[in-house]
């Protein structure tokens, strides 16, 4: 179920139910992806990002690719929404790592920060700052869900979708 859609006809906010159609996990990726019902509604393009509103969103108007340095935002089950700065263009990982094989240290990006929190069930969030979406969570390494005690949170570059045929919305 996914609630970011409005009727095509009255313009309000309605719940549509998307279906699963694939996924991919290997050296170099690791996503899934869902349609959703293309008559009668409109996706809105916003991922739920401020953790003084849970209901409230961040409307996505493009994308980029972060480079260390750039500051980035997430939205996580039990943390909420916080924010750090990409650390590294690579990612180290343990032995088999991406479902049974090696992974590409280069296919994903790294954020740190005192403020950042991250935990267990933050992966397939969103990776952002402002209106520009740049990733989704992978992976974490954490010693609790409070802000700072995030050691590391991975991300897959938001143009591993793009380079897969598949869209945002």
């Given at each position: 179920m996914y609630d970011n859609w409005s009727d095509a006809a009255?313009?309000?906010?309605?719940t549509a139910k998307l279906?699963?159609?694939?996924?991919?996990?290997?050296a170099t990726h690791?996503?899934?992806?869902?349609?959703f019902p293309v008559l009668g509604y409109r996706p809105l393009g916003e991922v739920f990002a401020r953790d003084t509103c849970s209901s409230c969103g961040v409307v996505i108007l493009s994308t980029a690719a972060a480079v260390p340095g750039d500051r980035v935002?997430?939205?996580?089950?039990?943390?909420?929404?916080t924010c750090g700065v990409v650390s590294s263009s690579t990612a180290s990982f343990g032995s088999k790592d991406c479902n049974g094989q090696v992974c590409d240290p280069r296919a994903y990006k790294v954020v740190v920060g005192d403020d950042l929190a991250c935990?267990?069930?933050?992966?397939?969030?969103?990776?952002h700052y402002g209106n520009i979406a740049y990733g989704i969570?992978?992976?974490?390494?954490?010693?609790?869900?409070?802000?700072?005690?995030?050691g590391a949170l991975v991300f897959s570059p938001i143009g591993k979708i793009v380079d897969l045929g598949l869209r945002l919305y």
């Open positions: 009255s313009g309000a906010q309605v279906t699963y159609e694939d996924q991919l996990f290997d690791d996503l899934a992806w869902h349609s935002c997430h939205r996580g089950l039990l943390t909420g929404w935990y267990s069930g933050d992966s397939g969030g969103p990776v969570v992978k992976s974490a390494s954490y010693a609790g869900v409070e802000p700072g005690r995030c």
